[in-house]
Each structure stands twice: as C-alpha cells, then as structure tokens.
C-alpha cells in the first residue's frame, strides 16, 4: 500500500492537509492512468464523458445540458464535440427557431465505441478497495464537497 509522504518525500502539517494533498497527487494518479487507457480509442476521456453523458440521454440534448453534466467543467467542451462530430461519435443539430442552441445526440458508431470500452475497461487499481470502502470513499468526497 503506498504512502503519500513517501511517494512525495515530504511531511505534512496535519493530517487534514495530508489527505488534500493525497487527493489531488491521486486525481492526478488516475488522469494518467485514464489517459494511457483511452488513447488506443482516440478519445480522451473528457470525450468519453461527453459520449457516456449522451448515451445516457437517450436522445438529442442541448450542449448546454452536456457542459453542465460534464465531471470536468471544460471550457473547451465545444472543440471537444467538434472532435467528435469529425470522427462520427455525436450528431449535432442547430436548433431551428433559435440558432445559437445547438443539439447533440450520440451516433451508432459513439454507442459502439462505448461498448467496446465498457467490455474492456481495466479498472484493476480498483481492486486495492472493497466496496464498503469505495462507498466510505466516495461519501467522505461528498462531504468535503
């Protein structure tokens, strides 16, 4: 089991800004693991999330609705569904009585694509918990949020 005062070489003030500290080193943990994961897709997984959050939807939403969705709040979330629309993921539609709203819906190929993910997704870091733990976890975030 590692050690985030030895990982970092470093000592800490508190436990409170140990645990800071362990979140953020960790979150950044997983963005790596995450991305080493979704490259082979060429997707990363911001597009992942937008395509997950569509897929989810059922059908056509506005992009406005995706952004608010989204885990990471991206500014750049409309670039990321123009990649999409380019590689045939989304669909996007402009909404007709008002031009500056713009609906997105996942395509055929977006729902493939996230079945192959969900088939293979290697989340085996995961095991290191059990599930009463991954639900102490995530209601110990919920609570500093």
Partial sequence: MGDISKDIKSKFVNNKVKALINIKYTANWLSSKEATFFKPYGISSQQYNILRILRGAKEQIKVQIVKDRMIERAPNATRLMDKLCD??????????????????????????????????????????????????????LDKIR
Avoid at 87 to 94: A, H, S, V
């Fill in 87 to 140: 590689k045939n993921l989304i669909d996007r539609e402009r909404c007709r009585h008002d031009r500056r709203v713009v609906y997105v819906k996942i395509t055929k190929t977006g729902l493939e694509l996230l079945s192959t993910i969900d088939a293979t997704k290697n989340l085996s870091f995961l095991d290191n918990i059990t599930e009463e733990e991954a639900t102490i976890l995530s209601n110990l």
